[in-house]
């Protein structure tokens, strides 16, 4: 319970405590003994009632706690399941036995350990399919268990006698009167299989138990007595296969264990052995019985495990809730309960558990009130739930180390009920000391009465039961009142609006009544031309029926505070040079214009140069420039539209009206914009002419909100500005489109870079003489995950213009040096051509990349190695480009012309490259059957390259007859597709190993 006098007491006083004989503690002892007693009479009540369920639910609490257990591995129990598939590929029916059968067949032929059939059959179920059945039970090998049951709600007598299942029940027994008398469920009935099925079985087990009263299965029955005779579960006897243990050597002694070589299964009182549930349904590998019977299991799956074969299909198959799944398959159930016998993780009863339970139901309501008697409410909990959390903390370490459990609910019921009754007894003490809190909470009053008074503020007091209020002359100077106009609470609204004196009464109700904690409320109105801010603050001291009596408190002038907070909030919104709104502003303002579902549009003006202006006229002129700027679009303020500076040299205008079909609305708002820098701007006395581009967009357009339609704007600003600059470019959604694209690949280059989507194509060099095999041309290609595959033409281009070429250059090069060296491992002593990008020249470390090849190329020859350049890229910059070519040369790489023929080569810049190639263009090879003009010039290509003492090599050469006259004409080297296409790595490792059977490599 709280304690009012311990806030509202002054620094240094504290209620004072009473005195240790005056606690009442024999009433703290009395609650403790009640709190136990009735713990410990329902704890003993609990069996087979209602209250049971709240002493398992403990146990279902610390299973989930604890978390899912993966089944055993080392003797492996896994599940066939006559599922819904099962039963539509049978045409609706289950299967029948003779379908049984050959189940089992097939998992006897993959190795399986043993099978367990959790189907009861207690009627013949035709004598072929019986019969048949039977043989697969009889037949050597694994082992195989059927189902009994022995019912407790039913009388019924069905399948094979008593005398024909006497090898399948225990045959060393131990059961004292009391103890066989406190088995948990006594059998009325037997359901056992046909004669001919329980003669063929080699393992007959029960699969009955008893369901607690919330419909749960907590626990197996291994053993249940029968007419003399004790029967164990399905379950132990397939532990007992598991374990490679003889029948006859497994011992039962009612209420304390099942001894059985190795297998110690610990029971208690009423022969029970507690399930250790592991999971939700489908935790045990689980196969589909069509899939078995089928064959389309692999036989690894099968060998070694032990199956249990029963139904889930929907209306089959009987579930039970566990702590983890409210409908848990039976036979799932049946796995459990074998995996924990075979694991040894069944869970046990303490042989000491009663004692604990009862010595916990005794100290933990001594503990619980003595702490609440001697502590402070705060303290007592803090150890009280320390305890428990230690206590909790150890029952479910033991819980998980060693599978033992305790009854934890109701000493958990005899410690709250004891909290309980002891904090009723410590309430009780604290409203003894009410009085004495009430009184120093007056005082508390009156001390903050002389602290306002010292912080210059109004104060007042009002006595609710006589109606008077009591003002203090500072209340009345700020208020601007006389005294004897200041008689009431209504003096407070003297100067409000109607409104406003409205919002005051409700604020001074909702305190009279209890709803606020204090008065808080701030008194706005006008006194002349000054706005007046009052913040008005009151408390009211309460009877003991809660009703208020009296209420004081002060009157604070904020005014001051209340400008500059305005001031505060414009300033965050508005640009301080131009007076407009800014980016946030404009932005909250076009977000409430498009929710409103009218025509909208946004121009943008860009000044042009406006940043060499600023340089070079100084920030003075620069800020003259955008406050006259601002004035002239600021005419449009107000007029259903909104003008804002969104950067350094943009400014920003939102319209509302339609667009014509000419393309803009009918004042043709950007038209007008730019119009307002036709003139000169005036500057400091000074006129002065200013350019700038407009951008614009509206969102009939297509864009779907105020951003898209601002970054509609932007980009068209930012397109104008590049291509139309001093113009007005309209937003164009195709525009869009290709800005989507052009980021798309940025970032898919990059990513595909890192995630290794490029691949290198070859295409064959040939020498045209013979069709010798001398290299390939190296071509990237791209294989997109989403996309497929990528044309060169779609992405090479915007990698040159963006500079990522650079980046792929390079892994084009190692990539190549890798290939390379892989080749001559396999005996190919060709070269291979790599083009080479103007921009790693320029951009790029070319050298270094050069220095990274040939370390990578371990000693191999750099000369089989081509870096090829375009004739137009050479001349582009030729006194740069022979100086890279020349060292390039000098490290040893062989440098080729490209499309020689179509740029601009100067002769006497050609003899600077250190080339060993010229590659004649195809434009060149297409046309040598057209006309003489292009034979010419490929006859004179070929002269200059075999004065300079070189190579010349025709690309897209696609004809025999083409291949012919470029021979005839003196060309070395052919490349196209009749030779052969770019290729994958794999298809032209084949090729070099055709040539190299033909003997052309």
Do not use: C
Not at 338 to 355: C, H, M, Q, Y
Not at 465 to 494: I, K, N, P
């Amino acid at each position: 319970m709280s304690e009012p006098a311990a806030d509202a007491a002054s620094p240094g006083v504290r209620p004072a405590r009473p005195s240790r004989r005056d606690r009442p503690e024999r009433g703290y002892l009395l609650v403790a003994l009640l709190a136990a007693t009735l713990a410990i009479v329902l704890w003993s009540q609990r069996a087979g009632t209602l209250l049971e369920r709240i002493d398992r639910l403990t146990l279902d609490l610390q299973m989930q706690v604890r978390g899912p257990l993966a089944p055993g591995t080392r003797h492996p129990v896994a599940l066939v399941s006559i599922d819904d598939r099962t039963l539509q590929a049978l045409g609706g029916a289950a299967p029948d036995r003779a379908r049984h059968a050959e189940l089992i067949t097939r998992l006897a032929a993959a190795g399986a350990k043993a099978v367990a059939l959790d189907i009861l059959m207690p009627e013949p179920g035709g004598e072929e399919a019986d019969r048949a059945l039977a043989a697969a039970l009889q037949a050597p090998g694994m082992a195989k268990a059927i189902a009994l049951a022995l019912p407790d709600d039913s009388s019924a007598m069905a399948g094979a006698p008593l005398e024909q299942l006497l090898a399948h029940a225990y045959m060393r027994a131990k059961a004292e009167a009391l103890a066989a008398e406190s088995v948990a469920m006594v059998p009325k009935g037997l359901i056992a299989p046909t004669p001919v099925l329980a003669e063929a079985a080699g393992i007959v087990g029960h699969v009955s138990s008893k369901r607690g009263v919330d419909g749960s299965l907590r626990y197996d029955l291994p053993a249940l007595h029968w007419q003399g005779e004790w029967f164990p579960t399905m379950a132990l006897r397939l532990a007992g296969v598991a374990l490679d243990l003889d029948w006859s050597q497994a011992e039962f002694v009612a209420g304390q264990a099942v001894r059985w070589g190795p297998l110690q299964v610990p029971l208690d009182a009423a022969s029970r052995q507690w399930v250790n549930y592991y999971g939700k349904a489908e935790h045990f590998p689980t196969l589909s019985y069509i899939d078995v019977l089928n064959g389309k299991v692999p036989a690894d799956q099968l060998k070694g495990r032990i199956f249990i074969v029963g139904a889930t299909a929907f209306g089959t198959s009987d579930s039970v809730p566990s702590p983890f799944d409210s409908g848990l398959p039976g036979m799932e159930r049946l796995a459990t309960v074998t995996d924990n016998l075979i694991t040894g993780r069944n869970l046990r009863v303490s042989e000491f558990a009663p004692l604990i339970e009862l010595a916990a139901m005794l100290l933990l309501p001594l503990a619980a009130a003595g702490a609440l008697a001697n502590w402070s409410g705060r303290r007592a909990g803090a150890v009280l739930g320390a305890l428990g959390l230690l206590l909790l903390g150890w029952a479910q370490w033991d819980f998980v180390a060693n599978h033992r459990f305790l009854s934890l609910a109701y000493p958990g019921l005899a410690m709250i009920t004891a909290v309980l009754g002891a904090t009723l007894l410590r309430g009780h003490g604290e409203r003894l000391r009410k009085e004495a809190a009430v009184a120093a909470l007056r005082a508390s009053e009156e001390r903050y009465a002389l602290a306002a008074q010292g912080a210059n503020d109004g104060l007042w007091d009002w006595d609710l039961a006589a109606g008077e209020v009591h003002f203090s002359e500072r209340w009345l100077g700020l208020m601007g009142q006389e005294e004897s106009q200041a008689r009431a609470m209504d003096a407070f609204t003297v100067p409000l609006d109607a409104n406003a004196r409205s919002a005051f009464d409700a604020a001074l109700q909702d305190h009279l009544e209890g709803r606020s904690l204090q008065l808080h409320h701030v008194l706005q109105f006008r006194e002349g031309e000054q706005e007046r801010a009052l913040l008005v603050r009151g408390m009211a001291t309460r009877d003991a029926q809660g009703r208020p009596t009296r209420m004081a408190g002060s009157l604070t002038d904020i005014s001051d505070t209340l400008r500059l907070q305005r001031q505060l909030v414009h300033d965050a919104l508005h640009d301080r040079l131009t007076g407009l709104a800014n980016r946030s502003l404009f932005i909250e303002r076009l977000e409430q214009l498009f929710a409103t579902g009218a025509p909208l549009g946004v121009v943008l003006l860009g000044l042009d140069d406006f940043r060499a202006l600023n340089e070079a006229e100084g920030t003075q002129v620069g800020d003259g420039v955008l406050r006259a700027v601002a004035r002239r679009l600021g005419q449009r303020e107000g007029q259903g539209q909104s003008v804002a500076r969104l950067g350094a040299d943009v400014f920003a205008l939102a319209f509302g009206a339609e667009l014509l079909p000419a393309g803009q609305d009918a004042q043709r708002t950007p038209d007008w914009v730019r119009e307002q820098l036709r003139e000169p701007l005036l500057v400091n006395g000074r006129r002065l002419e200013v350019a700038g581009t407009v951008g614009w967009a509206h969102r009939s357009q297509g864009p779907q909100d105020a951003a898209e339609l601002l970054a509609s704007a932007e980009m068209a600003l930012a397109l104008a500005k590049t291509r139309q600059r001093g113009g007005v470019r309209a937003y164009d959604p195709a525009d869009q489109l290709l800005e989507t694209s052009r980021r798309w690949l940025h970032d898919n280059i990059d990513l595909g870079l890192v995630r290794g989507e490029f691949r290198m194509y070859y295409q064959p060099l040939v020498r045209l003489e013979d069709r010798k095999l001398l290299g390939f041309e190296a071509l990237i290609r791209w294989i997109h995950p989403e996309r497929g595959f990528i044309m060169p033409g779609d992405f090479i281009p915007y990698a040159e213009e963006s500079g990522q070429i650079v980046a792929m250059g390079r892994w084009t090069l190692m990539a190549v040096t890798d290939q390379l060296r892989a080749w001559d491992a396999l005996g190919f002593d060709g070269e291979i051509a790599v083009n080479l990008s103007s921009r790693q020249f320029t951009e790029g470390d070319l050298m270094a990349d050069a220095r990274d090849v040939l370390a990578r190329l371990q000693g191999l020859d750099p000369h089989r190695i081509k870096l090829e350049v375009t004739e137009s890229m050479a001349m582009a910059n030729p006194h740069q480009t022979a100086e890279a070519l020349q060292q390039l040369a000098k490290m040893g790489f062989k440098i080729s012309i490209d499309d020689f023929g179509t740029g601009y080569s100067s002769l006497a810049y050609l003899h600077q490259f250190p080339f060993d190639t010229l590659k004649i263009d195809r434009s060149f090879v297409m046309r040598l059957h057209a006309g003489r003009d292009a034979v010419e010039i490929v006859r004179t290509i070929v002269g200059l390259v075999k004065a300079l003492d070189k190579q010349a090599l025709a690309e897209g050469v696609e004809e025999e007859r083409q291949a012919q006259l470029l021979h005839e004409l003196g060309v070395h080297i052919g490349q196209g597709w009749l030779f052969g296409k770019a290729l994958p790595v794999e298809e032209a490792l084949k090729m070099i190993e055709k040539q190299q059977k033909e003997g052309r490599v």
